[in-house]
């Protein structure tokens, strides 16, 4: 049996030990740093500072990843597997960058928790509160991590109320600190009453970890010193009379989240975060779909793109899709079926992101991530199924908030910059529009970042210069509706029409007078900033 607070009980084994889950910060709050220790942890690497190497080794690869590199932020997102104690930990990473807020918003439809972690001098930043609200829009359980203890923090109470009055979450401690800067000396563990001591000296060794019988225990004095330990019992009154209790139901519907303290980079208190990962996390989970849900227990497999990778490996021009499993027991050299073209995928060189390398994937699970080279067929959003037509739904794609016209340097090439332009589209990289008046092509972005890391990998990629400018476009709308009121709108605004790389027709917009005026001249016809990928 699994040590946790489990939702369902009767999941066959292997996919009730699976955790599925991303990480969430600010950036600077110790993102790399924690998942660097996971991995040290569940034996993945030997070393700390392997991630980091091998993510410079990699990056020197070319001038894009320098990019990434230069301004600190992480571009691409990838899946990392590894086990600790029972479990098996799916981790995938979310891009950084708020201008990339899109790719992590589907990241986030492919996990079933995140870790939020907070930096404990500086509480909720921008971006924790931006990707706390995109869980929140899947009620996704939430795990705290307060890192930098060893630094000045701020007060514990204080943390603790801010996240719950910005986050309108309850809080509650599963452990507590002792002492802090320079002083810290570690965590009374709450949920195990254990007594964790920070080892300043090998940031590399899990801490030394003492049993405690309850706070009036005479070893607690032997380890904390009399001042510290007076304030910790004081403060874990203050707080078991005014913070809720641990209530496992309330965290798994996202309503709680439990907080552990710590410092990612002497490893402390990480591997009580893990422990309660598996303990209070949730296992994979029912996923939406149509025309019925998938539970993941069912023999079938079942799956969706969430992510495509391409030229992952420029000498080879790979693309890799990125599968969340939905159900089922997945074996190399399966037939699966591509929902969309209805068409059979032999999936003969799936791989498993081990993170000392890919490797290939033998057999996997519901909650499993798997990564399926392909050339170009499977795309973001796709649903893959041992057979029944199952559309998994929820992947959805955001009208661009910036739009630019884009020229290839040399136009003889404009086929080319086409073909470009259109597998980055695939890849979630951007929003392609060819406006049905004109030639050449509207590109739609969230942020400005993302037209340079555009140019630059076309660069790259294609061998082919290309410059982007101002648009007379501000923004873009799905168009919906009845067939011919949407006929007749088509024809009375051709000016403002395009389509995007799926064909859907799109309404270009000036001005939101434009969207305005639509909405007024033509009730029959819906103008919407998102669309269900499919
Ligand atoms: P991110 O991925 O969320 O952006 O954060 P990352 O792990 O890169 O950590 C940001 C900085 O914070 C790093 O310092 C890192 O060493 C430091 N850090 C992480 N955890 C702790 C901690 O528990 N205590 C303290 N005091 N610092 C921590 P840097 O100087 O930017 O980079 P580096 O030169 O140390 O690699």
Not at 137 to 148: E, G, S, V, Y
Not at 273 to 293: K, T, V
Not at 509 to 527: A, H
Request: overall charge negative; some cysteine; glycine content about 8%.
């Amino acid at each position: 049996m699994l040590d946790t607070v489990s939702n369902r009980p009767d999941l066959p084994p292997e996919i009730a030990r699976r955790r599925t889950f991303a990480i969430i910060s600010h950036p600077d709050a110790g993102k790399t740093t924690l998942t660097e220790k996971f991995l040290l942890f569940g034996g993945a690497i030997q070393m700390a500072g392997q991630v980091r190497a091998k993510g410079e080794a990699r990056r020197t690869r070319s001038d894009f990843m320098q990019m990434e590199k230069d301004r600190g932020i992480s571009v691409s997102a990838s899946a990392m597997s590894f086990d600790f104690n029972e479990f098996r930990f799916n981790l995938v990473d979310t891009p950084g960058h708020s201008d990339f807020s899109e790719d992590t918003y589907r990241t986030l439809t492919a996990v079933d928790a995140a870790v939020m972690v907070i930096d404990g001098a500086k509480g909720v930043e921008s971006q924790t509160r931006k990707l706390f609200e995109v869980c929140r829009l899947r009620d996704l359980p939430i795990l705290t991590f307060c890192n930098k203890m060893d630094r000045e923090s701020r007060d514990v109470f204080e943390i603790i109320d801010e996240i719950q009055e910005n986050l309108a979450i309850d809080v509650t401690p599963a452990s507590w600190p002792i002492g802090q800067g320079r002083d810290f000396v570690g965590c009374y563990d709450i949920l195990r009453d254990r007594l964790e001591l920070m080892d300043r000296a090998d940031r590399n060794k899990v801490a030394q970890s003492i049993e405690i019988k309850g706070l009036n225990d005479p070893e607690l004095a032997k380890h904390v010193p009399s001042n510290l330990l007076d304030r910790l019992r004081e403060e874990l009154e203050m707080a078991r009379e005014l913070l809720p209790a641990l209530n496992p139901q309330a965290v798994l519907e996202g309503h709680m989240t439990p907080i552990w303290f710590g410092s990612a980079i002497n490893s402390f208190g990480v591997k009580e975060l893990m422990a309660g990962i598996g303990m209070y996390g949730p296992q994979p989970q029912i996923q939406s779909a149509e025309p019925r849900n998938i539970l993941p227990e069912e023999t079938k497999v079942s799956g969706f793109v969430f992510k495509v990778q391409a030229n992952m490996d420029p000498k080879h021009r790979d693309r890799v899709a990125f599968v969340r499993l939905a159900s089922g027991h997945f074996k190399r050299g399966m037939k699966l079926t591509h929902v969309r073209t209805r068409k059979p995928m032999a999936i003969t060189n799936p791989v498993l992101f081990l993170a000392s390398d890919r490797e290939l994937a033998e057999e996997a699970w519901a909650g499993d991530i798997i990564g399926i080279p392909n050339h170009g067929q499977l795309r973001i959003g796709d649903s893959l199924t041992e057979g029944e037509i199952l559309r998994v739904t929820g992947i959805p794609s955001f009208a661009p908030e910036l739009l630019q016209g884009v020229r290839a340097g040399d136009p003889l090439k404009s086929k080319h910059l086409e073909k470009a332009l259109m597998q980055f589209a695939e890849e979630g990289a951007a929003k392609v529009f060819k406006p049905s008046i004109g030639s050449g092509f509207v590109v739609g972005v969230v942020g400005q970042l993302q037209f340079e890391v555009l140019a630059s990998r076309i660069e790259l990629e294609y061998g082919l210069p290309v410059r982007f400018e101002a648009s007379q476009f501000k923004s873009a709308r799905w168009v919906n509706g009845d067939r011919q009121a949407v006929e007749k709108f088509i024809d009375a605004n051709k000016q403002h029409i395009a389509h995007d790389n799926d064909g859907d027709i799109v309404y270009l917009t000036r001005l939101q007078w434009d969207i305005d005026r639509v909405e007024r001249d033509y009730p029959d016809v819906k103008l919407t900033a998102t669309k269900e990928m499919m």
